[in-house]
């Protein structure tokens, strides 16, 4: 049987007698062993990273896909309402919204609500309302125009215009 040999402090070989070996054997495999639980380590913080990024955008187009269901009666609402307000056309907007409606602690009926139409709907908010997205918010539908939120929701069964909130 030959013996084991390994490279001593001077740089020789030098024979080990069995115990030895066995000695020796064992710390390269402790030190092996370090470095592999240290790579493991390494790995699974990158796999949970990446679990995480997955998750993060799982969790957005999520979102994103509640927000792009709307419902089809409010897509034929607002492209009325929506013409008409670029119509300036304000017995037809009347028509679509919640009367009475209330404006600065007013409820306005219909001629009040043609009486301040002009205040509403300024041609900033009417060009705004030309590319606005509609977005759901929880049963109402909703368009963003600066610092304004026009909301609307269904009012005896079908869609009609019915607040204007402060966008903060």
Known sequence: ?????????????????RDQFVVVALQ??????????????????VVFFML????????Q???????????PEFTAFWIKFKRAVARNDKAAVADMTKLPFMLDNQDLDRAGFIKHYSSLFTP???????GAKPSKDQDAMEIFCGQQIFLFAK??????????????
């Open 1 to 17: 049987m030959v013996s084991p040999i390994r490279v001593g402090e001077a740089g020789g070989l030098v024979q080990l007698d």
């Open 28 to 45: 390269n495999c402790s030190n092996y062993g370090e470095g592999m639980m240290s790579r493991l380590r390494k790995r699974f913080a």
């Open 52 to 59: 995480l990024l997955g998750l993060g955008c799982a969790l």
């Open 61 to 71: 187009v999520s979102s994103q896909g509640r927000r792009a269901k709307i419902d």
């Open 124 to 130: 900033k908010v009417r060009r705004c309302f030309a």
């Open 155 to 168: 009012v005896g069964g079908v869609y009609k215009f019915t607040e204007i909130g402060v966008n903060d």
